[in-house]
């Protein structure tokens, strides 16, 4: 297991992480998500080993990573700039890796190379962001590694790149009990491959959970107020957004049960149909009450 345990981090006298904790399981592809400069980054450093915690422990397995070869090569790691030898090419990479880690597997290389077709004989300075990011991924999943810890992975990829990126995301962690912890601004793209999320505000915990729990926190309703919605609605200390189309409204509300349905209904809803909320619209709902 990956274990982040209270961790604390610095840079001269900006705390930039407080007390950051969570876990990533094997075969779990666990999502990171915040706005910009809330330390999702530097967690992600602090994880692989770069960074030194101030406080707190990281650990693989047990082991503590930073400065612990043994650890760290249980670990694969892409950046969100994957900078290489600019004038080595992937064959060159290749040979290199295989040097340094001794589970690499050229034959899983090559098989991520017939979806992810890299020119194997140009150099990497020729390379477009997209194929260096490609590049990253193939080097990376082919070290056979426990855990995978990926910032911004879909950065520079077409959206055919992304579709094929989160299949085999989802069959590493599938097949070979790979934990995944990623960190992304495509939401869409999470939702689709995470078991759980944690979401970070100003380098703290705002909220952990599962996928299938995402209900439990807002829901969203397709409501019908055929003679329109009055000021009550609006008025709503749970109505944490709306939006309306003729006389059907869209609501975003917190912990929505019978009671509130007949609350609504008392105000002249004549239709109430919870629909799926997307971790996007959770997200943005959740950041735009923050503000207000």
Do not use: W
Request: net charge negative; with cysteine; aromatic share 8%.
């Amino acid at each position: 297991m990956l274990e982040i345990k209270e961790v604390y981090k610095s840079y001269e006298k900006t705390e930039v992480l407080h007390g950051i904790s969570l876990e990533v399981k094997p075969g779990e592809i666990h999502g990171l998500i915040g706005e910009n400069s809330v330390g999702k980054t530097t967690l992600i450093k602090c994880a692989t080993g770069v960074y030194k915690a101030d406080k707190g422990e990281i650990l693989i397995d047990g082991e503590a990573i930073y400065d612990n070869p043994k650890a760290k090569v249980q670990i694969g790691y892409v950046a969100d700039h994957n900078e290489y030898i600019r004038f080595y090419n992937a064959i060159r990479m290749v040979k290199m890796y295989q040097r340094f880690y001794p589970e690499f597997d050229v034959e899983k290389f090559n098989y991520l190379n017939d979806i992810f077709e890299i020119p194997l004989e140009k150099s990497i300075s020729s390379l477009s962001k997209g194929q260096k990011m490609r590049l990253a991924i193939m080097l990376e999943i082919a070290k056979k590694p426990k855990y995978l810890i990926l910032d911004e992975p879909t950065s520079g990829l077409d959206p055919v790149a992304k579709e094929a990126f989160y299949k085999v995301l989802i069959k590493e962690a599938e097949e070979n009990e790979i934990g995944v912890l990623i960190s992304s601004h495509n939401l869409m793209g999470l939702e689709k491959i995470c078991d759980s999320v944690t979401m970070i505000h100003q380098g703290k915990v705002e909220r952990q959970m599962s996928m299938d729990s995402m209900k439990d926190v807002l829901t969203k309703l397709n409501v019908v107020f055929e003679g329109g919605a009055g000021p009550a609605l609006y008025n709503r200390k749970d109505l944490l957004r709306v939006s309306n189309i003729g006389s059907i409204y869209t609501l975003i509300i917190k912990d929505y049960n019978e009671d509130k349905a007949e609350e609504l209904k008392a105000l002249g809803a004549s239709f109430i149909e919870p629909v799926a909320l997307s971790l996007e619209e959770l997200f943005v709902t959740l950041e735009e009450n923050r503000k207000e």
